[in-house]
């Protein structure tokens, strides 16, 4: 008897979004042996029986099929770094399905977001930008004494994943000092190393750029980290129970009572918002305890329009866009691409989802 012809894969991209025609060509290029449907769905509504029932693999946001609908599913790409907003989905809870995040891409705009709203404070831009929409040359002796640069500064990042390790780059570029947490101890180089996806060129795949590492899970470990005497402070974790509300007015006040120079502490969170207090670094804003914060992630989402946040002293808010980019998309595909050829061979997956753990 012949050999047996290999089963053609079906690639359903499942999202709310329209993909214009030249990112679905692009997809095709990507994967040109699979069959590839896209729908578009809204957020979290299920992939129809019918659909989903022909599909071997799956690129999604929100959207999952019914675990009945699933059997010849083999892989689910998420095109987020994370699976807090369908941690609770059957797929995720009563199926065996190897799920893969796109963490690790998201890396170098959330860095290129992070240092920009850092110079953006530090270098007074929206001052001379709104001199400069009213034609006035305004050069003071006030200005000087308000500006700075981030060369000798510290900053400490929660969470030093792909995202944190980027920033981690720029920022020791920049000439700063950083300082690492992890809720696990990384006591040996080899420990250190980035196990999961890189861009290429990016990151720190060594672990070689921090000053210092730090771990735990409990405040007293925390409360140390933040007493080191830092001048930024970025929120790099993922949310889970024990990450909710970790940062409340404590944790800020130690932060400021510890920070170095004459600038008080600059906090930014590119994670989720649940992650801090939102009352509290309201207050902490508005009484001075911090310089300022950039803000990607908001408790909730969106904001509401009569939130005190908005009006919060120093503070800087997008919608939750910080990784936003036209490399995106193709970044992820790049993951579910390798990953496809890893589950062909056996090997263990990148950026496989641990049930149990949340991430």
Do not use: C
């Not at 991209?13 to 030249?22: D, E, N, Y």
């Not at 000798?152 to 720029?170: D, M, N």
């Not at 007293?220 to 949310?239: D, E, M, Y």
């Amino acid at each position: 008897m012949g050999e047996t012809t290999p089963v053609k894969d079906h690639l359903l991209v499942a999202i709310a979004r329209p993909l214009p025609p030249p990112v679905v060509r692009n997809i095709h290029a990507q994967f040109p042996d699979a069959e590839l449907s896209v729908i578009q769905l809204p957020n979290f509504a299920p992939i129809p029986s019918e659909i989903a029932r022909k599909a071997t693999l799956i690129l999604t946001f929100t959207n999952l099929p019914n675990p009945e609908d699933a059997t010849q599913i083999k892989l689910i790409h998420v095109v987020s770094a994370g699976l807090d907003h369908l941690i609770s989905h059957p797929i995720v809870t009563s199926t065996d399905i190897p799920l893969t995040t796109s963490s690790g891409i998201h890396g170098p705009p959330i860095a290129e977001w992070t240092i920009m709203n850092w110079l953006v404070a530090s270098r007074r831009f929206l001052h001379t930008h709104a001199n400069q929409q009213r034609h006035l040359w305004d050069k003071d002796e006030t200005f000087t004494p308000s500006v700075y640069d981030q060369v000798g500064k510290t900053v400490g990042i929660l969470g030093y994943g792909s995202i944190g390790r980027q920033i981690a780059r720029v920022s020791s570029a920049l000439g700063m000092t950083v300082h690492a947490y992890t809720a696990h101890p990384r006591p040996t180089p080899e420990s250190r190393h980035d196990t999961g996806y890189i861009v290429p060129g990016t990151g720190d795949p060594t672990g070689s750029i921090p000053a210092t590492w730090s771990h735990g899970t409990d405040k007293a470990s925390l409360h140390a980290f933040l007493s080191q005497g830092l001048n930024h402070l970025v929120i790099a974790l993922p949310l889970t129970r024990d990450t909710t509300h970790l940062i409340g007015a404590e944790e800020l006040a130690l932060l400021a009572a510890h920070a170095p120079g004459l600038n008080k502490p600059y906090l930014t969170n590119i994670s989720r918002g649940k992650v801090i207090d939102q009352a509290a670094l309201i207050d902490a804003l508005n009484k001075g305890v911090l310089g300022g914060a950039a803000l990607d992630v908001t408790d909730p989402e969106p904001l509401p329009e009569d939130s005190p946040l908005w009006d919060a002293k120093n503070v800087a808010i997008s919608p939750h866009v910080s990784s936003a980019g036209r490399e995106y998309l193709g970044r992820s595909l790049d993951i579910l691409q390798l990953n496809l050829g890893k589950w062909e061979r056996g090997e263990p997956l990148v950026n496989g989802i641990r049930r149990g753990r949340g991430y």
